[in-house]
Every structure is written in structure tokens, then in C-alpha cells.
């Protein structure tokens, strides 16, 4: 199965589904042919779920405002995205990383779905048991953090900002 989105690239937010899912708007590859469009997720993140069949058509508690925030933040705008999972074990869905750059100008790229976590809109899938600010070391032995550990660590450290 061919993969739906390179592994990075630029895309525009062309509409948010739920706190954690907008759908992301390509380029054309002719000029008659339509753009492609495609459902992403943030990575090991959870938002409350928006009204739907299969929870009774009602939105849980905090669904309406996380929505709003990422729409806000984002629909039109360009974004940088990461893809981490996709194809057959993903369903039609691409896992990944998600990020603006603010309009402050500085330069630094916000990781929306941190961001969702630190503002209390979405909770990290997994929370890591030893959240000391001790770096956890990849098996390599060459000093360098492993980037889903150091990812976890930023969603976890996040969470607790949220929770204080």
C-alpha cells in the first residue's frame, strides 16, 4: 500500500474534526485534478470526543472547547506535519505531529498536540511512571535521547503543567 503523506511536508488545515483530528488539504498535482485531503491525529493524545452515533449524539465534557481552540489556532493556516503511522495498520487515518508556527513571530514551531495538552483540551494516551526530568537514554550508547521517549516526556511534563 502506497503511503497517503511523506514522512514530512507542509499541508493547510483545511477543517478540525475534534480536539486531536483535523483534516489536512495537499497540493493539486494537476491543475485538474483535485487536491487530496487527508485525516490526521495527534500522536498519543486523546480529546474529548464530539457528539457522534456511537456516544448518543452528545459531546463529552470539554469536547466543544478543545475543538474550537484547534480550529482556531489552525484551519487555513499552513502547518509542518510528521507522519509516524499510517497505512493498513492505521485504518484510513495518518498518526503523527503537528506544527505552527506562532504569531509572534519568533521562529519556533509549536507541537499543537502538546500544546492541547498543556492548555488542559487533551490528555496523553500513556503517562509515564517516572516523570522526574530524568532524559531516559536510547539503547544506542551514543548520549542521545530517543525522540519517542523525549516526545513522551514533553506530553507527560504537559500534562502536568495542566493539572497545577
Known amino acids: 500500500m502506497r503511503p ?5 511536508g507542509v499541508a493547510t488545515v483545511k477543517s478540525v474534526l475534534s480536539g486531536d483530528t483535523v483534516v489536512l488539504l495537499g ?4 491543475t485538474d485534478t483535485k487536491a487530496p485531503e487527508v485525516v490526521f491525529t495527534f500522536e498519543r493524545v486523546t480529546a474529548p470526543r464530539t457528539a457522534s452515533k456511537g456516544n448518543d449524539n452528545k459531546d463529552e465534557p470539554g469536547a466543544f472547547p478543545a475543538r474550537e481552540w ?8 499552513s502547518v509542518c506535519f510528521e507522519t509516524r503511522k499510517q497505512g493498513a495498520t492505521a485504518g484510513d487515518r495518518v498518526y503523527g505531529l503537528l506544527f505552527i508556527s506562532p504569531s509572534n513571530g519568533d521562529g519556533k514551531q ?4 502538546v500544546e492541547a495538552v498543556r492548555l488542559g483540551h487533551a490528555t496523553p494516551k500513556t ?13 544506542g550508547g551514543d548520549g542521545e535521547t530517543d525522540p519517542a521517549v ?5 506530553l507527560n511534563n504537559a500534562y502536568e503543567e495542566a493539572k497545577a
Request: with cysteine.
Open 127 to 139: 503517562i509515564g511512571a517516572s516523570n522526574d526530568g530524568e532524559s531516559q537514554e536510547n539503547d
Open 4 to 8: 497517503v503523506l511523506p514522512n514530512r
Open 70 to 77: 484547534l480550529r482556531k489556532t489552525c484551519v487555513g493556516k
Open 150 to 154: 523525549e516526545y513522551q516526556n514533553l
Open 110 to 113: 509549536l507541537n499543537l498536540a
Open 27 to 30: 497540493r493539486a498535482t494537476s
